[in-house]
């Protein structure tokens, strides 16, 4: 019996190899309908968007419009600098103390 999952771009596909599935973590379902209903679901509780993560689980974002992954983008580039910036200004003022 196939089974089925959402892809981490949004789209519902069959399970082609779910012992090797890279998402065999995420939910799986026995039919397209059930699958569809889960995503449309998320979607709909995430006010549109259905987020990934980097390595394909439930910080990539599929959104419906380019302008919300633009957005949405820049907000995960401020975010990734601002912890950047820390990190270094850390070092900074450890060496800083060691003068």
């Known amino acids: 019996?196939?089974?089925?999952h959402v892809r981490p771009d949004g789209t519902v596909g069959e399970c082609k190899t779910?012992?090797?599935?890279p998402w065999k973590?995420?939910?799986?379902?026995?039919?397209f309908e059930e699958v569809e209903?889960?995503?449309?679901?998320?979607?709909?509780?995430?006010?549109?968007?259905?987020?990934?993560?980097?390595?394909?689980?439930?910080s990539l974002v599929k959104?419906?419009?380019?302008e919300e992954k633009i957005a949405?983008?820049?907000?995960?580039k401020k975010t990734e600098l601002?912890?950047?910036?820390?990190k270094y200004n850390d070092e900074i003022d450890a060496l800083k103390k060691e003068q």
Do not use: Q
């Open 72 to 76: 949405a983008l820049e907000e995960k």
């Open 25 to 31: 973590d995420e939910p799986h379902f026995n039919s």
């Open 37 to 58: 209903e889960y995503r449309d679901k998320i979607i709909k509780d995430n006010n549109g968007v259905w987020l990934v993560n980097s390595v394909g689980s439930l």
């Open 1 to 4: 019996m196939p089974r089925f």
């Open 82 to 86: 601002e912890a950047i910036n820390k």
């Open 18 to 21: 779910p012992e090797k599935c």
């Open 63 to 66: 959104v419906k419009t380019v």
